[in-house]
C-alpha cells in the first residue's frame, strides 16, 4: 500500500515557494549590499556620463547624476567612511534600545510578562492585537519597528504558534503604521511639515492640520487590521507549518537561573516600569518641562518628546529588568548587569556588520543624486500622463510604493516628491492632505517586503534567532503576502476615498479649490 501523494499547492503557495528558493540561493545579505554598491557605482558612472537630471521645482537648482568615481566622491568615501557608519540613523536606535531590552531578555522578565499576557489573553484574538499594537506603535516612532517584532514573536512562540509568523505580522504593521494609523501622531507632523512648504507655493496661507489626514489613516487602520489578520492566518502560518518548541531561544537557561519567579517579582517590575513612563510624563506636562518645546506651537511643541521615547525605552527595559533580575537572583552584583548589557550587544553583531554596509549603500546612492532624480522625474511623468483625477491619485500611491525600492526614507522621498505633487494637485481641486495621505498609503505597503530598508537586516536577524537556517529569500517569501495584500488594500481605499471626493463636489473631505 503506497503514501498517498501531498496534496498540490496553490499558486500562489507555489509563487511563494519559488521567491524562498530563488532568495535562498543569494549571498549573504552583506555580499548583496556589497553587489548593490558596485551597481550604484556603475549607474552612477553611465548616468553622469549621459548627463540625467531634474531640477528641483523649489529651489529651480538642477541636480545632475554625480558619478561616484569621481575625486571629490572617493574623497568622501575614504575620509567620512567611520561618519557614514556611525550617522546610520538605525544603528544607534537599535544598539541604545537592545542596551536595555538585552537585560530585560536575559533575566527573564520579557518571557514572564509576555507568558503571562498570552495566559490571561484570549488567542483568537492574539493577531488582531499584534496588529492593532504594530499600527499604534508609530507614536513610538522607529524604535516600534526596533520593539515589537521580536516581542511579538515570543508572544506567538508562547501560545504554541509559529513565532516567525508573529514576527513577520508584527513588522508588517509597525510598517503600514504610518499610513494605518488610528491617532495622529508624530509622524503626521513630520509629513505634513513638509507638505506645507510646497502649498504654499501656491497659497501662502495654508497651515498644516496634524489631524488633517486622522480620517483617511484610521480608516486604513481598520482595513490593515483587517487584512493582516486574514494574511497571517489563512496565507503566512499555513505556509511556515507546526512550530517546534524546542527551537526556541532559552534566555533565562542560558545565564543559569530557573525560569520560576518570586512571587511578585512581575509586579515589581511593572510599577518600576510604570515610574519610569510617570517620570516621563512628568517632564512632558509640567510647565517648563525639557520634553516640551515652549517657543514652538502646535504640534511642534511636542517633538522632544517623541524623540525621547527611545531613551524611555531603553530605561523602562533596563531598569525593571534589573529589578526583575536582583528579585530572581539573576543580578547579584554590578558586574552582572555590565555582563548582560555586553552579551546583548554581543548578539547583535552580525546587525552591525550588516549595518556598515548598509550605510554606505544609501549615503552613497544619496551622493550620486540618482535617488532624488528618479522621484522628480517620476512625480514630472506623472503630471503629464493626462489621466483622470482619481487615477493620478492612485499614481501617487503606485509611484511612493515603488521608489521604496530605491529610498526607503519616507521623508526623504516625500522632500523631493511633495513640492511637485502639491503644486500640481491643489491646482486640479485636491487638497494638500489629501495628496500627501495618497502618498502615505504607497509608501506603507511594498516597502514591507524590500530589502532596501535597513530594518530588513535587523529582522532578518531577528528571524534567525528562532531560525537560523532563515535566508533572505525564506525571509522576503513570509514578508511578501503582506506587502501585496497592504499595497492592493491602500489602493482600494486611496481609489475609493478619492472616487467619494471628487463624487460630493467641493465640500467633501480633502477637497481644495485655489482661493481666488
Same mark, same amino acid.
Not at 549590499?33 to 551597481?39: A, S
Not at 544603528?91 to 541604545?96: A, C, H, I, K, P
Not at 509640567?286 to 525605552?313: C, E, K
Given at each position: ?16 515557494? $519559488? &521567491? ?30 549621459? =548627463? ?6 523649489? *529651489?529651480?537648482?538642477?541636480? %545632475?547624476? /554625480?558619478?561616484?568615481? !569621481?575625486?571629490?566622491?572617493?574623497? *568622501? ?13 538605525? @544603528? ?10 538585552? %537585560?530585560?531578555?536575559? &533575566?527573564?522578565?520579557?518571557?514572564? !510578562? ?20 504594530? @499600527? ?14 521580536? @516581542? ?94 524546542? !527551537? ?19 509586579? /515589581? ?15 512632558? @506636562? ?14 511642534? /511643541? ?7 521615547? %527611545? ?13 526583575? =533580575?536582583?528579585? *530572581? ?54 503630471? /503629464? ?30 522632500? $523631493?516628491?511633495?513640492? &511637485? ?8 481641486? %485636491? ?31 531577528? $528571524? ?33 476615498? !478619492? ?18
Amino acid at each position: 500500500m503506497t503514501d498517498a501523494a501531498p496534496p498540490k499547492k496553490s499558486f500562489p503557495l507555489r509563487v511563494l515557494d $519559488a &521567491v524562498e528558493r530563488f532568495g535562498d540561493r543569494l549571498p549573504d545579505p552583506v555580499f548583496i549590499f556589497l553587489w548593490l554598491i558596485g551597481g550604484v557605482v556603475l549607474a552612477s558612472v553611465i548616468c553622469s556620463a549621459l =548627463g540625467v537630471s531634474a531640477t528641483n521645482p523649489v *529651489t529651480k537648482e538642477v541636480l %545632475v547624476a /554625480q558619478s561616484l568615481l !569621481a575625486p571629490g566622491n572617493i574623497r *568622501t568615501l575614504l575620509t567620512e567612511m567611520a561618519k557614514t557608519f556611525t550617522s546610520f540613523a538605525p @544603528l544607534g536606535l537599535v544598539l541604545l534600545v537592545m542596551l536595555g531590552a538585552g %537585560v530585560a531578555e536575559r &533575566v527573564g522578565l520579557l518571557s514572564a !510578562a509576555i507568558a503571562g499576557l498570552v495566559k490571561a489573553s484570549p488567542k483568537a484574538i492574539l493577531t488582531p492585537m499584534v496588529l492593532l499594537i504594530g @499600527l499604534l506603535s508609530n507614536h513610538a516612532a522607529d524604535s516600534g519597528i526596533v520593539v515589537l517584532p521580536p @516581542l511579538a514573536a515570543v508572544v506567538f512562540a508562547a501560545a504554541g504558534r509559529h513565532p516567525i509568523a508573529g514576527l513577520a505580522c508584527a513588522y508588517a504593521a509597525t510598517i503600514a503604521s504610518f499610513a494605518g494609523n488610528p491617532l495622529p501622531g508624530q509622524f503626521d507632523a513630520l509629513i505634513l511639515g513638509f507638505t506645507e512648504p510646497a502649498a504654499r507655493l501656491l497659497d501662502p496661507t495654508w497651515t498644516a492640520n496634524l489631524a488633517g489626514n486622522w480620517y483617511f489613516t484610521a480608516s486604513g487602520a481598520v482595513v490593515f487590521t483587517l487584512v493582516g489578520w486574514w494574511v497571517t492566518e489563512k496565507v503566512v502560518e499555513p505556509r511556515l507549518g507546526p512550530w517546534k518548541p524546542a !527551537a526556541a531561544p532559552t534566555p533565562a537557561s542560558e545565564i543559569g537561573h530557573p525560569p520560576a519567579a518570586p512571587k511578585g517579582a512581575l509586579i /515589581q517590575a511593572g510599577l518600576t516600569a510604570l515610574a519610569v513612563v510617570a517620570v516621563w510624563a512628568a517632564l512632558v @506636562l509640567v510647565p517648563g518641562g525639557p520634553l516640551r518645546d515652549a517657543a514652538a506651537t502646535g504640534p511642534a /511643541q511636542w517633538t522632544p518628546f517623541f524623540r525621547s521615547l %527611545v531613551s524611555g525605552f531603553f530605561l523602562v527595559f533596563l531598569l525593571s529588568g534589573c529589578v526583575y =533580575g536582583l528579585r *530572581t537572583g539573576a543580578i547579584r552584583k554590578d558586574a552582572d548587569v555590565v555582563r548582560l548589557m555586553s552579551e546583548s550587544i554581543a548578539a547583535m553583531a552580525p546587525y552591525i556588520v550588516l549595518a556598515f554596509v548598509a550605510s554606505h549603500f544609501i549615503a552613497m546612492f544619496n551622493w550620486s543624486n540618482l535617488g532624488a532624480i528618479t522621484a522628480i522625474n517620476g512625480a514630472d511623468a506623472l503630471r /503629464q500622463s493626462g489621466l483622470p483625477l482619481a487615477f493620478i491619485l492612485l499614481g501617487v500611491t503606485l509611484l511612493g510604493a515603488t521608489l521604496d525600492m530605491f529610498i526607503s526614507s519616507a521623508s526623504a522621498k516625500w522632500a $523631493a516628491l511633495g513640492p &511637485v505633487l502639491v503644486p500640481m494637485l491643489m491646482l486640479l481641486g %485636491v487638497s494638500p492632505e489629501m495628496t500627501t495621505a495618497a502618498y502615505r498609503m504607497g509608501d506603507s505597503s511594498l516597502v514591507i517586503a524590500s530589502p532596501m530598508t535597513p530594518y530588513f537586516i535587523l529582522i532578518l536577524g531577528f $528571524a534567525r534567532r528562532w531560525a537560523p537556517d532563515m535566508g533572505v529569500g525564506r525571509l522576503l517569501a513570509t514578508l511578501l503576502p503582506f506587502a501585496l495584500a497592504f499595497f492592493v488594500a491602500g489602493l482600494l481605499v486611496t481609489g475609493l476615498w !478619492a472616487a467619494f471626493a471628487l463624487a460630493t463636489g467641493p465640500a467633501a473631505p480633502f477637497h481644495y479649490i485655489i482661493p481666488s
